[in-house]
């Protein structure tokens, strides 16, 4: 387990496809609808009452972005009520794609005083949009009748805050001003639970997964069509957490946002201090973050000197600029470290790029432990980010990693655990843990297997008694023939003997009559 680390995301103002990003967090700020930032505008509304709408917002500095220099989703919007809250995303984007329609996000959110969901969706045209307008409003999914609706676009964030500001008089975006406080403001942003100990940090972890737990087992028991049975299943045994054996400078992977110092004077590299919806652009270093390798540190300071002496400017979605982000892989020596570079190529021709990149690969090329070095563009307007594809510039294509004595070479793009010797804990727990399900689910074969043998010898027994009792059956049905044969011949027999006896009186006779013959011819001779 990591240590008191949070999830730090890297600072893009725009998302991958080019699309001006307005994600659950920064359009519904509460997940009942009544607390939204949203402003909902009737579905017959006349094309002209939309067209003054528009105008009007177009006015408002929030909504500059939608002045078209850009393309935005935001532009076509609906939000769509009454749904059932147990839906799931990939369940509510198929009854879409169904009805043949073509979205672009699907945000889907929670009223819990109503015990319904509700969401939001965007499309690439009007004409995609009025036709989920037609098609959903009224369509039935699990008994209920949706309501739709087209909803307002939501503000931009960073003028949002920067209006704030500018009314409260404040001349940063950054209230804290001293060194400690903007590192204090930093930590907690990247490491916040940095405070405690790192057994406290683990039992804080245990509890939170315990009341995940506990939520998700309520939510499963409320859609369960059958409460005995998820009662007798839903008691799970939560296992300790188990502490990694390295809990400083053990990342391997890290992602710095470039930007501005908290001053808003020069050009940084680092973490965000805060979020985008916030209207936060500041990054500070990340000198002071135990997490992060001393190797990572030493790049990124180079990063900010090469930034700071080009002529090129910080990237920003509506902005311009160049210089996005710097992604950073090592192993857990160090002895191999990858650059990625996001850079927004804008107006520059390929000269003028080709000499930013040879700029890169001397001053890297010359720093120890730096071994590969990759190009990745921020995509133009309206080009999906998987369309992008990593460009190796210099050096290695990977970094090689060993875990568990198993060599991994990772590329620009591969999943990876950030900490190493975290990781190596992780996949012996699984392996041991396949291993006792190997074990229960071998000696659960062979009960089943004994059970067969048991049941197979029955089988046998009876097979074997039933064969004799056919042998038998057949031996008494060959003797009673055997019987009727031997009847048969002794009647025969019988027949044969009398017929032999009758012969034998008539022979008698014969002999008889031919005795007498002879005693009466003999007479007449002596005579």
Known sequence: MDMDEGKVEPSRDCDDDGDITMDTTRIVVSESHENSTETIVPIGLPQSDEISKTTELLNNPQYKYLDGSGFTSELFKIVVHNLNRHIAFNQFRKILLKLKLKPHKIILMKDRKADLGYGFITFKTVDHRDEALNKLDGFEIRGLKLSVKLANPAKDPL???????????????????????????????????HKLTYDKQLHEKELTVQQFIVSLIKEIRSISMNSTSSDNIMNPSIEEIKRSPVIYEYRNKCEFASGTSPDGVEKTVGFRIGSFKEGIRSVVSPSCCHNVPQMMKRIVDNFQILIRQSEFGI???????????????STSSCSENMLIVRFNRGSLNDEQLSIVQTDVIELFSQQEGVTSIYWLPVPEKGVSHDRVKYQHIWGKLTVRETVCGMIFDIGPGAFFQPNTAACEILYKSVVQLAINDDIEINETTRNIEDNNDVSNNADITNDNSATLFEDNQLSKDNLNYDNDEIREKDDSYKTDNEIIRDLDEKIDKDNNIHNEIIGNKSSRVLL
């Open 315 to 329: 990237y920003d979605c509506r902005l311009n600029g160049n210089w996005s982000e710097l992604h950073l892989r």
């Open 159 to 193: 003028l949002k805050e920067t209006v704030k500001c500018d009314t409260e008089a404040s001349s940063s975006l950054i209230k804290p001003v001293s060194e400690s406080e903007i590192t204090e403001t930093l930590l907690n942003a990247v490491l916040p639970l």
